[in-house]
């Protein structure tokens, strides 16, 4: 498992040309019927077993550690935009207001993370860590749909791969970001370690299969361009 996770992350960071792939024309790159993560994820784990016990403690931990610096911003990073979650690393030029076609072009990839996501969850059904340990005291109000995998997770590791495609020159600050924003999860209280860790498998999956979307690398250069554009870098990248 491990050495296919790395060989898949691998791969994402390389922008090749499009497979043979029919564009989506209802907005999605990728759809649910495009990819089963209930198939591809490791199975959640069960209420009550040493991997759960296991979770419910590091939650726990993280709630003892939190500060109110680390819970604001955990409150903070519940908000999805691309914005939010790269802005602290491309700068005060990076904007909706100064990037109207990144905005579209991300407003789709969120979508892709959206459907396959939330069919998983409905198959484990796994309860937030405050409903399974009530002692438990979430910064968030409690999200209505089930824990495993953690859809922000997704959403953000997605993001990071796509993100680092059109600025390779930050690339690791990129995913650190898109790190600290999944574990800001389990600062709020509302996911498990291994909902995270799920998520992060979850988002280069998706990644992959957009990468077979014609109309995702169409797309991808447009956003591309005007991104480096206003950041004002090397086009050639």
Not at 36 to 65: C, F, H, N, R
Not at 176 to 204: L, N, Q
Request: include cysteine.
């Amino acid at each position: 498992m491990r050495a296919f996770i790395a060989a898949c992350s691998f791969a994402l960071i390389v922008f090749t040309g499009p497979a043979h792939a029919d564009p989506k024309p209802d907005g999605f790159y990728v759809k649910s019927a495009d990819i089963d993560l209930v198939a591809l994820l490791p199975p959640a784990p069960v209420a009550g077993s040493p991997t759960d016990k296991a979770d419910i403690a590091a939650v726990q931990a993280y709630e003892k550690a939190r500060t109110p610096e680390t819970s604001e911003r955990a409150k903070a990073d519940n908000e999805m935009t691309v914005f939010r979650l790269a802005g602290v690393v491309l700068g005060a030029d990076f904007t909706p207001e100064k990037l109207p076609v990144t905005t579209a072009f991300f407003a789709r990839v969120k979508l892709d993370s959206g459907q396959p996501t939330e069919a998983a969850k409905a198959y484990y059904n796994r309860p937030r860590p405050s409903v399974a340990e009530p002692s438990i005291q979430p910064l968030l109000p409690l999200p209505k749909n089930a824990a495993y995998p953690s859809g922000h997770t997704t959403w953000s590791r997605l993001n990071a791969i796509v993100l680092a495609g059109m600025v390779p020159e930050k690339r690791v600050e990129i995913f650190a970001r898109a790190d600290e924003y999944a574990d800001d999860r389990i600062v709020a209280g509302v996911h498990y370690p291994t909902d995270i860790a799920a998520g992060k498998v979850a988002g280069s999956l998706i990644a992959q299969k957009e990468l077979e979307n014609p109309d995702f690398h169409k797309d991808f250069e447009a956003a591309k361009a005007e991104l480096r554009s206003v950041l004002k870098l090397n086009a050639t990248q």
